[in-house]
């Protein structure tokens, strides 16, 4: 075979080589999207699932609450559950697309339709026929048969698409470990190519330098093709890595912490910032920086061209608009402001900048910072969203203490840490006296300031450790761990002082409040959380019956 021929036919290999290793990507990233949409909706219907457990327990904790007091402010978890579930039943079928997932998801429809018509029978039976009649109908079991039947089933399912996920981040994982097989051999390829070359060209001196010519600009091409090809398969790994540490992520700060850490390492040439609003909205705050980033804390809207735009600003050239919080020493450093946008809001933005933003390649860095980006940004609302219900499902909305279900659960987590280290935990159990008449006199509106301000008093009166709940009704406990009798008592009395000197303007009127202590304390009054609050509550009695607006220590009798 003719030289000549032997260098054109190792150039046409080189070109297929280099063909082959800039369509391998193309194929990739369509099968990693692909995963990556199967991996979001999984985690959308398994929060989902989350989500409409949530609501009927708290239905249910509202029908119960109902049920003993008969107020109808009770009622509004439950009316909010039952407003909520429809919408949330039709996004579950329309995600699910086995015929397996349907007919999971239509047994746990029927069995939510009938914990739901169960619920509206009580709450039908408590207006129309009583407590007792409503509490015999609670009594019989059924609601706790349908709720133990649906934390079953949806349990299993979300088990089940925890463990699609797993597979998923598999596929994710054997993709990029397949992408860097072929770029390591398309490298070996591509050295046998150049040695071949080179053997060949020793025939001839004009015919040699031509074909190393060749050989070296396919080489260089191959070798940048491969480059790009295991960058972007470590982008594509570490993108994985930041959304599976997100969806673990327990606060906003703590997410935009994850995402800095992240961009720190998948854009090493680049510093930068990630700012989100304040709940005013008129202004944001940086939660996080990486690499020599050095921007304000706080910044205003309009100083980002990037928000005033709602899509990425370039300022990486001269002639480019330069953003208000782009300081005088970084004016000659290239930047790129993205905003954070998820369902149409924006929550934030994110701000670059470094000498790699100029470079020749850097349109594909743009590109997959632009695909980072949109990660984050439904990451960061996914954690705010979950926040904001964990607060909701804990926080009574009038009086903004903590409810009886997070009591319940405090109660017997500081129980158990003060049983090993052997520490009292101390509990006051307080009620206004004469609320009724409060109402009568002064209408609910009056009733609700009172609460509000004794509930204020409490947030002053206790520790940071200490936690203030509201019982019900006009009851409210404080939960003192590392606290004994003698100093709950003395505590007791400061706050009993305090709402006696309350006196509130409501139309041109004095309001004015006393309230019953009754205080109880582990280890000397019981173990149990359950003998503990009744301690309490007896002394609470005690302290009423005894004349009112008086403290009682559960055993001892009346503090002065």
């Known amino acids: 075979m003719k030289l000549e021929n032997k260098l054109k036919l190792s150039a046409a290999c080189v070109i297929a080589v280099m063909s082959l290793v800039a369509i391998g990507p193309y194929f990739l990233n369509a099968q990693v999207r692909g995963v990556m949409s199967e991996l979001k909706r999984a985690s959308a219907v398994e929060r989902q699932y989350a989500t409409m457990l949530t609501l009927l327990a708290d239905a249910e904790a509202a029908e119960r609450g109902y049920v003993i007091t008969g107020r109808a402010e009770f009622l509004q978890p439950y009316n909010a559950a039952v407003g909520l579930l429809p919408a949330l039943r039709t996004n579950l079928r329309e995600r699910h697309t086995g015929t ?42 059924r609601g706790k048969t349908y709720m133990d039947q649906l934390r079953s089933l949806i349990g299993e399912q979300v088990s089940d698409y925890a463990l699609h996920r797993a597979d998923l981040r598999e596929t994710l994982t054997s993709s990029a470990d397949r992408a860097a097989s072929l770029a390591s051999i398309a490298t070996l390829a591509d050295i046998a190519l150049i040695i071949a070359v080179l053997f060949a060209a020793n025939r001839g001196l004009r015919q040699r330098l031509a074909a190393e010519s060749r050989a070296n600009e396919a080489s260089e091409q ?34 935009a912490g994850i995402v800095a850490r992240f961009f720190h390492r998948l854009l090493p040439g680049l510093s930068g910032s990630i700012y989100l609003y304040r709940n005013s909205r008129d202004v944001l705050e940086r939660k996080a920086s990486w690499g020599t980033a050095d921007d304000a804390e706080f910044i205003e809207p309009l100083e980002c061209w990037a928000l005033r735009k709602g899509s990425a600003h370039d300022g990486g050239h001269a002639h480019a608009l330069q953003c208000g919080h782009a300081g005088a020493s970084d004016a000659a450093l290239p930047r790129l402001c ?80 003060a049983q090993r280290r052997g520490t009292p935990v101390a509990v006051l159990m307080i009620d206004l006296d004469h609320f009724k008449r409060v109402n009568d006199t002064f209408g609910h509106e009056g009733g609700d300031l009172l609460l509000r301000s004794v509930a204020n008093i409490l947030k002053q009166s206790v520790r940071a450790c200490d936690v203030a709940c509201r019982y019900g009704g006009e009851e409210l406990i404080v939960l003192m761990p590392d606290c004994g009798l003698d100093s709950a008592a003395e505590r007791a009395e400061a706050i009993r002082a ?63």
Request: hydrophobic share 45%; aromatic share 4%; charged share 20%.
């Open 100 to 141: 397996a997932e349907r007919m999971v998801l239509d047994q746990i429809e029927t069995l939510t339709s009938k914990k739901l018509d169960y619920m509206a029978q009580v709450v039908k039976t408590r207006d129309e026929r009583g407590f007792e009649a409503a509490q015999q109908l609670v009594d019989s079991g």
């Open 222 to 255: 191959l070798r940048t093709a491969a480059a790009v090809a295991e960058k972007r398969n470590l982008q594509l790994l570490g993108g994985g890595d930041m959304l599976q540490a997100l969806e673990l992520a327990g606060t906003t700060d703590e997410s």
């Open 338 to 417: 993205v905003p954070l946008v998820t369902q149409g809001n924006v929550i934030g933005f994110i701000t670059l900048q470094g000498t790699a933003l100029a470079a020749p390649d850097s349109a594909d860095d743009r590109a997959w910072i632009l695909r980072l980006a949109e990660q984050a940004a439904l990451a960061l609302s996914n954690v705010e969203l979950r926040a904001s219900l964990r607060l909701q499902s804990v926080i009574d909305p009038l009086t903004q203490l903590y409810n009886r279900r997070y009591l319940d659960e405090t109660l017997k987590r500081e129980l158990n840490r």
């Open 498 to 560: 305090a709402i006696a000197g309350l006196h509130l303007s409501y139309n041109a009127q004095v309001l004015t409040a006393t309230a019953s202590l009754g205080v109880a304390a582990y280890p000397a009054c019981g173990g149990g959380p359950e003998l503990l609050v009744q301690e309490a509550d007896a002394a609470l009695y005690a302290a009423k019956r005894d004349g009112r607006n008086r403290v009682v220590v559960a055993g001892t009798g009346a503090v002065d």
